[in-house]
């Protein structure tokens, strides 16, 4: 069982930056697959960017060059670096966690969800 706390979200200008951080719980957290989702208002949850344990990571067209994702095993702790951000980037941002192998993009991958964090861009 993992437990998700997303926090760093807040309100920024566009061509800003923001880091997200999620804080784990559990001591297997090194072994989990961890992703980042977010869902404006109005429209469904999207991938953002996915890392699997290993260090491979994948990320969506729209923020790639943009976004970094990165892991500390030591503090179980999962962050989303996030640059030259876009109005069209505000949303809630959910970290997610999963066991074992995945491809990372789709939602039902994943097992386990923070309560996620507002970013929000402005122009």
């Known amino acids: 069982q993992v437990q998700l706390v997303e926090s760093g979200g807040g309100l920024v200008q566009a061509g800003g930056s923001l880091r997200l951080s999620c804080a784990a719980s559990g001591r297997t957290f090194s072994s989990y697959a961890m992703g980042w989702f977010h869902q404006a208002p109005g429209k469904e949850r999207e991938f953002v960017v996915f890392?699997?344990?290993?260090?491979?990571?994948s990320y969506a067209d729209s923020v790639k060059g943009r976004f970094t994702i990165s892991r500390d095993n030591a503090k179980n702790t999962v962050y989303l670096e996030m640059n030259r951000l876009k109005p069209e980037d505000t949303a809630v941002y959910y970290c997610a966690a999963a066991e074992g192998p995945i491809a990372g993009r789709k939602e039902d991958e994943y097992a386990y969800w923070g309560q996620g964090t507002q970013v929000t861009v402005s122009s």
């Open positions: 890392r699997w344990r290993g260090g491979a990571t």
